[in-house]
């Protein structure tokens, strides 16, 4: 490990609300993980491994009904809820078989593709859930470039879950010596995540997601997008397309 | 406290940068406490402490320079060091004796003056630091409104210390019922602080800014800025001009 000075040791940053990227993003060829846990990036990384060939973000509901009138399967999602006469929204459960499988869908969500959006001026965007944590961890590993941890956070704000996922990720990279260079934010966030990592679905009992989620019976989404490594696929960006990486 | 009903508990938020402030401001009436533990929001209750009259933030150092030609005491910190040609900076200890007594002074700091100018859309704004942590407390809850806790941050950026602060504040408030409707970043903030308590100088031992100062060979100032309650006055902006009030 030499040639590893505190020169070139990589910066690893979360950026707890899209609001902040331009006050974090001060250089283009870092590796931005867009982080929606509940549940856009985990639905994402679902359709993924269900076989998808890509998947087209959008950020209006509006560009969405045109991709539906051009024949494209859409998913619309506002406030936790599917955008009525869309053909999925974010549960993660809709691709529990394989019924888009080979097939481009097309997506917006109230803060996931939003923040995706926003992520897009980065030359290396990726898309991370506790579902596909360590394969995250091992392609920045190997890109080896400056680390933005993205949370898409609720309308702008912070939110424990997105900052929890981008504790898990922080911890996992500072094991490695060029990962070491952490943030004040990713200082905090590695600290909240040992806290919770024991019983993250106890720890945001109280969270302001997770109760708007339960209000609406999401608690089997709930559960499944806290859940570890389910899948080895890393989505990553190409232009404006989402397609399939696998670590 | 039969009177209560969860329509009117106060919200207890937690702002992690001031550019997230528009974000969460939605009630004009309103308390916002600003917060720059290191050192601006600490300093500022030291020289009220000291006893000085009145101090008037500016955001610029040409504005500070107006004040200082019209023959105000006039302080001005940019990057963690006093500005040349000006009176002093924001380092607390600055204001250990009573040379300013019954002066009206000028600050203008990095984080903290700009924050302070944010704040100002608020009805109420006032100033926290751990050296009046009981004081602020009180005084929010005799005031009964909902609760913004501003982090000034560093250039945009989540800091450890100031969110260490705003946890302290929403511990202590949520003890009493009417303050218990926590953010998301409220309850992230007292879980570190929870965590922090007992040693906050050696959780803050990598932090970016406990470095910066330590490089400067400012470890008295730290250890300042972490003792709680040395002071029972609360700094409160009446106008463009912060005024001594006494729990």
Redesign the interface.
């Known amino acids: 490990m030499s040639e590893i000075s505190s020169g070139n040791v990589r910066k690893v940053e979360?950026v707890?609300?899209p609001?902040?990227f331009p006050?974090?993003f001060d250089n283009k060829d870092c590796v931005v993980v867009v982080i929606d846990v509940f549940r856009a990036t985990s639905a994402i990384c679902a359709a993924f491994e269900s076989g998808i060939k890509s998947l087209i973000p959008v950020t209006s509901v509006e560009e969405a009904i045109t991709y539906k009138q051009k024949g494209y399967k859409v998913g619309a999602e506002r406030n936790a809820e599917i955008v009525e006469g869309f053909d999925f929204g974010n549960s993660p459960l809709m691709f529990k078989d394989d019924r888009f499988a080979g097939e481009s869908l097309v997506l917006t969500t109230t803060n996931g593709t939003r923040a995706l959006e926003i992520a897009k001026e980065a030359n290396n965007v990726i898309i991370g859930a506790f579902t596909n944590l360590t394969a995250v961890c091992d392609y920045i590993e190997r890109l080896d470039k400056d680390v933005l941890l993205l949370c898409a956070g609720?309308?702008?704000?912070?939110?424990?879950e997105d900052?929890l996922y981008a504790g898990a990720v922080a911890q996992k990279l500072a094991k490695n010596l060029r990962f070491q260079n952490?943030?004040?934010?990713s200082?905090?966030a590695i600290?909240?995540y040992n806290?919770a990592k024991d019983d993250l679905f106890g720890f945001l009992g109280?969270?302001?997601?997770r109760k708007r989620l339960s209000r609406l019976n999401m608690e089997e989404d709930i559960i499944y997008c806290l859940t570890e490594d389910l899948s080895d696929v890393v989505p990553i960006l190409q232009g404006d397309t989402l397609v399939s990486h696998k670590e």
Not at 154 to 160: A, E, V
Not at 206 to 209: A, R
């Open positions: 979360v707890c609300s609001e902040l006050v974090y609720w309308k702008g704000r912070f939110n424990l900052t952490l943030s004040d934010s200082m905090a600290d909240m806290n109280e969270s302001s997601h």
